[in-house]
């Protein structure tokens, strides 16, 4: 999973992006805080920064890396030093293209940003309200304290959940005063802690020459990331034969299989991974069905529902269902939120294996 982890720790480091605005008072309530990050037009465009991430299962630190920040504009660099592993990944993107190095592995990745559309376009600002707007339902807020974080002056917001069981848990934020900028997160879910905290922050650097650069050796060949981790398109015949058995499709006349993708993770994890999506007669997504071996350490033992006679588990966060039959793993994800999930229960009822269709 080497590549798949970097990629998260990339998207945290990203993360403390996010903040950018200024106010003065000291005396307001979170809310107040939000909203003039949002509403100032002010951003952190240029800096440089090193942080330590480390994540948690129970007490045990999984993972800990050292991430050092580049940023000037639309170029941002972030190189990931692996602490526990001793391997470092480069990462450098100018807006148009990124480019993705392992020095461990030797592997080289590139991706064309333009690609992305409006997604790759939002400004901190707005990728900042688009996460807070996801989340305004699902939390509530509050400011703790202020505190003094690399002779930054700090507020300290407590994001707690709503529901013990939702999939983004409680977080904590330590947002610099004027640039609004987040010096310290920290994410609890369940028996997993998130921790990022940095060490070096400068909002005035002077970049060496060829800070934004990655230099990958001449013989390393550059590979597209699109063509090496997007799934390939499949026949069901074909995910039979990579699952190494049937597997349960949902019949034609309710939702019609609009398309049949597959992951190959025999090097990571030593699985593939079937996506199924089901489209209904208007030709609108209704229902993503992905498919694996089921995980040994991850059985599911406890649920809320019982599909085809099997305890399933719901996670209203994401309207998903998940349950185990035949050594198989079925995560179900309902793309319609007008659809009750008990209709999805019942409609399970009339799987057949693909091997009967």
């Known amino acids: 999973m080497k590549f798949t982890w970097r990629k998260c720790v990339v998207l945290l480091s990203i993360l403390t992006l996010l903040l950018g605005g200024c106010s003065q008072n000291r005396n307001v309530s979170a809310e107040e805080i939000i909203h003039n990050a949002i509403e100032s037009e002010k951003d952190v465009t240029t800096y440089q920064g090193e942080s330590v991430m480390k994540?948690?299962?129970?007490?045990?630190?999984?993972?800990?890396?050292?991430?050092?920040?580049?940023?000037?504009?639309?170029?941002?660099?972030?190189?990931?030093?692996?602490?526990?592993?001793?391997?470092?990944?480069?990462?450098?993107?100018?807006?148009?293209?990124?480019?993705?190095?392992?020095?461990?592995?030797?592997?080289?990745?590139?991706?064309?940003?333009?690609?992305?559309?409006?997604?790759?376009?939002?400004?901190?600002?707005?990728?900042?309200?688009?996460?807070?707007?996801?989340?305004?339902?699902?939390?509530?807020?509050?400011?703790?304290?202020?505190?003094?974080?690399?002779?930054?002056?700090?507020?300290?917001i407590k994001l707690k959940a709503n529901h013990a069981d939702d999939l983004l848990g409680d977080m904590d934020l330590w947002v610099e005063k004027k640039t609004w900028f987040v010096v310290k997160y920290v994410s609890v879910?369940?028996?997993?802690?998130?921790?990022?905290?940095?060490?070096?922050?400068?909002?005035?650097?002077?970049?060496?020459?060829?800070?934004?650069?990655?230099?990958?050796?001449?013989?390393?060949?550059?590979?597209?990331?699109?063509?090496?981790?997007?799934?390939?398109?499949?026949?069901?015949?074909?995910?039979?034969?990579?699952?190494?058995?049937?597997?349960?499709?949902?019949?034609e006349e309710d939702v019609y299989l609009s398309g049949v993708q597959m992951y190959d993770f025999s090097e990571e994890l030593n699985r593939y991974e079937v996506e199924l999506t089901y489209n209904s007669k208007d030709d609108i997504p209704v229902l993503y069905v992905s498919v694996f071996p089921s995980p040994e350490d991850m059985e599911i033992t406890e649920g809320e529902m019982n599909i085809r006679g099997n305890i399933a588990e719901y996670d209203a966060f994401i309207n998903g269902i998940f349950w185990d039959e035949g050594g198989l793993r079925y995560s179900l994800l309902i793309m319609n939120p007008d659809i009750d999930p008990d209709e999805i229960v019942q409609l399970t009822e009339k799987m057949k294996f693909s091997s009967e269709k």
């Open 189 to 251: 879910t369940g028996d997993n802690r998130i921790e990022l905290e940095y060490t070096e922050l400068d909002f005035s650097p002077n970049f060496s020459e060829g800070v934004f650069t990655i230099d990958i050796p001449e013989d390393v060949e550059i590979a597209n990331l699109e063509d090496d981790f997007l799934p390939d398109t499949v026949t069901v015949e074909e995910a039979e034969e990579a699952l190494g058995q049937p597997i349960l499709l949902f019949p």
């Open 55 to 156: 994540l948690y299962e129970g007490d045990e630190v999984i993972e800990h890396a050292i991430l050092q920040e580049y940023v000037a504009g639309e170029k941002r660099k972030v190189v990931t030093e692996d602490q526990l592993r001793n391997e470092v990944v480069e990462v450098f993107n100018d807006g148009m293209k990124m480019l993705m190095y392992d020095q461990g592995s030797g592997q080289a990745h590139e991706m064309d940003m333009t690609e992305l559309g409006a997604l790759g376009g939002l400004s901190p600002k707005e990728q900042l309200k688009s996460m807070l707007e996801s989340m305004k339902d699902s939390h509530s807020y509050e400011v703790v304290g202020e505190e003094k974080l690399l002779d930054f002056d700090t507020y300290h």
